[in-house]
């Protein structure tokens, strides 16, 4: 094939078409040359390979006349091959381009992929010369009229937000009611069935596990099993191909679009701290082949080696502004392109790490709080990872919300009967203000779950006292060792009716204190039908019926009791305050937003180790300003105790009553009015009250 090339510009990383043909840039600080090589359509053949003829600083460029979306390439590296020096170039590696939004073919699990020779005894020092084009795919010119900019977002108020965590296949895999064409696809996510449920419990927005393309660990495939969750990203612009269904990626958008129109944000779970590429040993396939020493992050004096923050093998390296302006040319592409309304963010503070430590002020908080087209969208952090003062919760600056975990273990720890828990419970239910009042954030900064994929489901908290993952074939010694779990009595299956209902009791225990908690709740998909994992808390290479949600076996019930709560959640701001609640003075009437009291009505003894129950009255905030006060008040009353107990119940305000809003002692919603000064809590359980004149009837 006689392909002319010339210089082209550097401005726009990738591939893009251009005149009368198709742009090429790539970055490489170290490489010597790059070499572009072309296919045939359905890839089986190179059929050209024409070096990048212009180079400004780091970005090698160049234009190719007569070439057309659709086109597919790919890159070769020239340079030095001194793993001991950083340097890992192999021209005999065919490399993704990093910037590609469509991905054609498929991954071989084959040390073809390897940039040295398995087989020699200097292990990743020697150097392979395979061709690995073989066992890769190929990056795709796309067309661009498949990204046009989508400039509607329901842009929801995060006070108002409840997030829904699934996975992107798990969801609908199992659904009797998506067509089976479609189930596992996005475009099965955003079917009719998948939207109605998720407004019957109240959903305002979905997060999504990685759909960012990703590749199956060489380890799991030796054992027969995928990597399910997709924390193993290998392209940050191209959607994950094995959840395309009919409409190919255009599927994606129409999946965004669909749920914009139901008024639901999507969100995406994020991987910028690592790639699929591993260690030292791991496989050159994009980054690594391209400028190993400028993606990642390498042991000073040891640059054959890697920084492993992450504990995956691997730390790509966000202080280097070229990989910094990739991450933030992804996040804008999901954006505008894509539709995307937020990023939750994997190990985010591997992202945050600079030279000197942790750093909420660092490079990649301030490039990304400063982008104009970023603005306005939700920014959610995984606070913690491996690496050195990794768990930074509550640190992250202004507009981050972050996933609170402390609030899982103290629930859970709170419901189990733990000493001490009662006095942090109290902390969790306002927000986590220790962790979070600070700068000018607000309580919706503290995300708020019970469950998430990493970890026992709800149902499984109750049902499970110890991990069991011998289906990941790992000896069962994977997955977290505290979890904060109780069996209520038999480990696992039971026909025990009594040991049935404990379990149910208290998992209603815990979805009430999520709702009644200030925060931004977040539920795991399937929590709400009583889904298992059969005590998996580490089910991340399960791609069966382990991971996905056993719809025909869905506890309706429990979808019910979750879709009030939420509702009850949405009719009362005072449940969900965007400020902190520090027993300020209401101006208006002289009460405190927040106020704390035993069972007897009396002060709360927070000194009492073996604190179990406690009441709480939200009231609007008294800091807020007056534009933006609520009247709204609900009483919260938490009786982890065995049987009855009496509660005093604070006076009603002339011309309203209380009426019980929430009980959980009993499975279907509660709407009694109550005007006794005591009213009888059937523990262990949480009743809440609510307001409403007097004489009104049911709210």
Known sequence: MNTQITGGSPHRPGAHPVGDGVNFAVFSANADSIELCLFSEDGSRETARLTLPERTGDIWHGHVAGLSPGALYGYRAYGAYAPERGHRFNPNKLLLDPYT??????????????????????????????????????????????????RD???????????????????TR??????????????????????????????TAIELLPVH????????????????????????????????????????????????????????DVVYNHTAEG????????????????????????PRYYVNDTG???????????????????????????GVDGFRFDLATTLGRESHGFDPRGGFFDAIRQDPVLAGVKLIAEPWDIGPGGYRLGEYPPPFAEWNDAYRDTVRRFWKGEAHSAQELGARLTGSAGEFDRDGRRSWSSVNFLAAHDGFTLADITAYNRRHNEANKEKNQDGHNANHSDNCGVEGGTADEQILERRRRRQRNMIATLFLSQGTPMILAGD?????????????????????????????????????????????????????????????????????????????????????????????????????VTDDTVFAVFNREEGPAEVSIPAAPAGFEWYIAVDTSREAPATDAFSDPEMTVDGPAVVALALREAGAGPA
């Open 101 to 150: 939004r469509e991905i054609h073919g498929t991954w071989a699990h084959n040390p073809g992929i390897l940039g040295y020779d398995k087989s020699s005894g200097a292990g990743d020092l020697s150097f392979s010369a395979v061709d690995s084009a073989p066992f890769v795919p190929r990056s795709v010119i796309s067309d661009p009229a498949l990204f046009d900019i989508i």
């Open 153 to 171: 977002h329901p842009d929801t108020p995060w006070e108002e937000t409840l997030i829904y965590e699934a996975h992107a296949k798990g969801l």
């Open 174 to 203: 199992l659904h009797p009611d998506v067509a089976e064409h479609v189930q596992g696809t996005y475009e099965g996510l955003a079917s009719e069935a998948i939207i109605d449920h998720l407004h019957r419990i109240g959903v």
């Open 213 to 268: 393309s990703f590749l199956n660990d060489g380890f799991l495939i030796d054992r027969g099993l995928s990597n399910y969750w997709g924390y193993n990203t290998i392209g940050f612009f191209a959607p994950e191909p094995r959840y395309f269904g009919p409409a190919g990626i255009a599927g994606f958008r129409d999946m965004v679009a669909r749920f914009h129109a139901a008024g639901i944000e999507v969100i995406l």
């Open 279 to 302: 260690d030292h040993r791991g496989p050159t396939i994009c980054y690594r082949g391209l400028d190993n020493a400028s993606y990642y992050r390498l042991i000073k004096g040891q």
């Open 312 to 338: 995956t093998g691997n730390t790509v390296d966000v202080s280097n502004p070229y990989v910094l302006r990739m991450v933030l040319d992804s996040l804008r592409f999901w954006v505008q392109s894509m």
């Open 528 to 628: 709400e039908t009583g889904n298992s994992q059969g005590g998996n808390n580490n089910a991340y290479c399960q791609d069966n019926a382990i991971s996905w949600i056993d719809w025909p076996a869905a506890d309706d019930a429990m979808t019910t009791f979750f879709a009030e709560l939420a509702a009850f959640r949405r009719a009362h701001p005072a449940v969900r305050q965007p400020r902190f609640l520090h027993a300020a003075t209401r101006p208006g009437d002289g009460l405190a937003d927040v106020e704390w009291r035993g069972f007897d009505g009396g002060t709360l003894n927070w000194r009492d180790p073996g604190l179990s129950c406690l009441c709480v009255t939200y009231r609007g905030s008294g800091e807020a300003p007056e534009h933006a």
